[in-house]
């Protein structure tokens, strides 16, 4: 008995020293939760801008990505940081329609904001990103370069779930069709839309499976052979229609236009067989996002602009400012003083 106390004993004071370094400061800061919509390269640099975010105001930043995208694997990964206790979350919704119960719950436990996809009807404190309907139409403007003579387009994209996506979409199809402005709108994505010189095809969904997103490229250019131009929404899009088109012996038939800086998507316009993209930040996406959940969680509200938005900027990449948008991608996820602005 003496000696099975006696080991008890040193057990306790060899561990002792362990949980000393367990409860060191780290756990002392803020912890922010920051949480996407799926996995993806596009995501790695968001985590790139929300970790040296927390470097350069010494708070942890904790970063969840849905593998699939799912709406279940989202709604867990915000019950973990909740039990955490994070000190705020800034999420993505994939699907804010049916994710209002999950958002109030964040709002009621933490501070809620939103950056890439924006959740208007929920309790969030503010949104980040772009405004979407208006990259959608920079979108259009690159089609109309890469077939100015008008012709066939199809879309393709994650899902019609996510605010950002539906804007997206929307604007491409209001500027090919010479439409007015409004973000409201919503055609179909099985509707054949003609114009005076562009007709959308279609709208190609995958539901952020990558290997669905190449079968659906597959489908469409079975279906539609004289497609002109094929519209890549997502950051993932792009990359797998360029490797159809390849197989298929049409990557210099058919154009092709882009969203996000995939670097399959830079390639292809350095080698001009793909248009151009419309680039969020979603480098300053992250590194906003726990810049922003820091102030509030300080009190500080002077932040938050009068319409509930920081935007970020949408960019047009084509061929002549490629290298000069890479090597600055390059120097913000290696980190540094080029990283943080």
Known sequence: MVRRLFVVSLLACLLLPLASCNSGSDNDKPTYGFVTNVVADFWKIGEAGARQAGEDLGVNVEIKMPPSGAVEEQQRMVNDLLTMGVDGIAISPIDPANQGNLLKRISDNTILITHDSDAPDSPREVYIGVNNYDAGRMCGELVEQ????????????????????????????????????????????????????????????????????????????????GVNCMVGLFEYNPPKIIDVLKQADKLNEIKIVAFDENAATLQGIREGYVEGTVVQDPYMYGYKSIEVLHKLNGGDRSIIPEDGVIPVPAKLIVKDNVDQFEQELKERTGGGAAAKK
């Not at 387009?153 to 069709?177: M, P, S, W």
């Open 146 to 225: 890469a077939i100015p003579d008008g012709g066939q387009v199809i879309i393709f994209v994650g899902k019609l779930e996510q605010l950002n996506a539906k804007q997206r979409r929307q604007g491409v199809i209001d500027h090919l069709l010479g439409r007015d402005h409004d973000a409201t709108r919503y055609d179909s994505p099985d509707a054949r839309l003609e114009g005076d010189k562009y007709t959308i095809l279609g709208t190609y969904t995958d539901g952020g499976d990558q290997v669905k997103a190449k079968n659906r490229v597959q489908e469409a250019l079975a279906l539609h052979p």
